[in-house]
């Protein structure tokens, strides 16, 4: 019992030991003998793998050192060169210096030379950058800024020819702005698309192309585009006769204020038209005009009736008998009528049948005075209301542009000017009229009185 114990444990042992070891102790041992052989196998392997291992250590070892050996041989290399760069360039370094020492002494007084040709080659390229000559002429300013750095520099030293250059573009320069020329160039129009355009060049002023259209020079990128809001009035016409001729003296709104048509160009453009200001007014402004045109319709009609009826009462007053067809021919009427009556009564009917006449000769003046009240009212109330949303504007956005403040209050004002263009030709009218019409009452009045003193005159005979 105990030697079948023995046994187990043995092989039990083995079995652990041989599955360890090897794959060949992996095998199960069928006695002892053959435990004992397995065991002994891998002994013997793991001795030869041990031994494997040490020798790969002791050989990347070596290798380690032979590395560490050429690193070492590296640096020492590299520290020995550079060295030698380092003795090179205090060598270079002391060249240079002699070198430039010569430059200077040889330079003498080319070095105030060169530096009043920078300062002028400075100042021609920030002309070149906004000048509309370059466009006919592009390029220019690398010509200038490869001059510049050769002058700035000690490199290279500039030529007479590009010296001479200099001058050159200088007389250019002058000689293009008193020119009038046509050349072709890239235009970039309203619509964004870029097309090879006829463009007229006005000294350095202005830019037109074939269809009469202002151009702008941008700077920025040597471009030529369409300005997108063209001035108003005779300067396109101007423009478009310009383009158009090919010799001779034309007129053209020349803007004389900038290099390349500034401030007054892009003032006359910016200003707005009449029907623009206009549409300022708003809603009270469309009041006040409206208001206007009836103002001016009913002065019309008033005058076109009271001419007529004046040229009826002259007739009359040249006729002997009575026509109803006109105010004083009525009023003549109740005489005729009533030829026995006494003077108090026919004094009373004429008298009556004047003032049925006045209504149908002062007709709407009451309606003209109070237009030419009202106007100017409701002028005034556009302006309040106006100020008051511009005030409120401020109040939200601050008053950092006073370009936008200012223009809400022109915008507010323009209610102010609608009242007084309707107001004063009304009052004017509203005169004209009521006067016409106090003539032919006068008239009325006249031969009435002169009516009763005959009455009265033949009733006493």
Do not use: C
Not at 128 to 154: C, Y
Not at 450 to 456: L, S, V
């Amino acid at each position: 019992m105990k030697r079948n114990l023995l046994k187990a444990a043995v092989l039990a042992i083995g079995g652990t030991i041989a599955l360890a070891s090897s794959p060949v102790m992996a095998q199960e041992a069928k006695s002892l003998d053959e435990l004992l052989q397995m065991v002994k196998q891998g002994r013997a392997s793991d001795a030869r793998e041990q031994k494997a291992r040490e020798q790969r250590f002791k050989n990347a070892r070596y290798d380690q050192q032979k590395m560490l050996k050429e690193a070492e041989k590296t640096l020492a290399d590299e520290e020995k060169r550079s060295s030698e760069l380092e003795n090179t360039f205090e060598e270079n370094e002391t060249v240079l210096t002699e070198k430039q020492r010569q430059l200077k002494e040889r330079l003498g007084t080319l070095t105030e030379l060169f530096g009043h040709l920078t300062s002028t080659a400075g100042d021609l390229r920030s002309n070149f950058q906004t000048s509309i000559i370059s466009v006919q002429f592009p390029n220019r300013e690398q010509f200038v800024d490869d001059l510049i750095a050769k002058m700035s520099g000690a490199e290279e030293l500039p030529s007479i020819e590009e010296i001479e250059r200099i001058w050159f573009e200088l007389q250019r320069e002058m000689t293009e702005s008193g020119r009038v020329v046509k050349f072709q160039t890239e235009v970039t129009t309203a619509a964004g698309e870029k097309t090879q355009q006829e463009v007229v060049r006005v000294g350095t002023f202005n830019l037109v192309n074939s269809d009469g259209e202002y151009l702008q020079y941008i700077s920025e990128n040597g471009t030529v585009a369409v300005l997108a809001r063209q001035p108003k009035g005779p300067y396109m016409d101007w423009a478009n006769e310009l383009a158009s001729t090919t010799s001779g003296v034309t007129p053209f709104g020349v803007d004389p204020t900038g290099p390349s048509g500034g401030s007054y160009l892009a003032a006359l453009i910016d200003s707005p038209t009449l029907t623009e200001r206009w549409h300022q007014g708003g809603v009270v402004g469309y009041v006040i005009t409206a208001v206007g045109v009836l103002a001016m319709l009913i002065a019309i009609w008033r005058l076109i009736v009271l001419t007529i009826e004046d040229m009826k009462v002259n007739s009359q007053l040249k006729s002997k008998t009575a026509n109803d067809n006109n105010s004083l021919g009525r009023v003549l009427k109740v005489h005729e009528d009533n030829p026995s009556m006494d003077a108090e009564t026919l004094e009373l009917k004429l008298s009556e049948a004047i003032l049925k006449e006045t209504p149908r000769l002062e007709r709407s003046l009451n309606l003209l005075k109070i237009i030419a009240a009202v106007a100017p009212l409701l002028g005034l109330l556009g302006t309040v209301t106006g100020m008051i949303i511009t005030f409120q504007a401020i109040t939200i956005f601050g008053a950092g542009d006073p370009k936008a403040m200012a223009g809400g209050i022109s915008g507010a004002l323009v209610t102010t000017v609608l009242g007084l263009v309707v107001a004063i030709p009304t009052v004017l009218l509203h005169t004209f009229v009521s006067g016409r019409a106090k003539k032919i009452l006068h008239v009325l009045d006249e031969q009435s009185t002169g009516i009763i003193a005959e009455h009265t005159e033949g009733r006493a005979g």
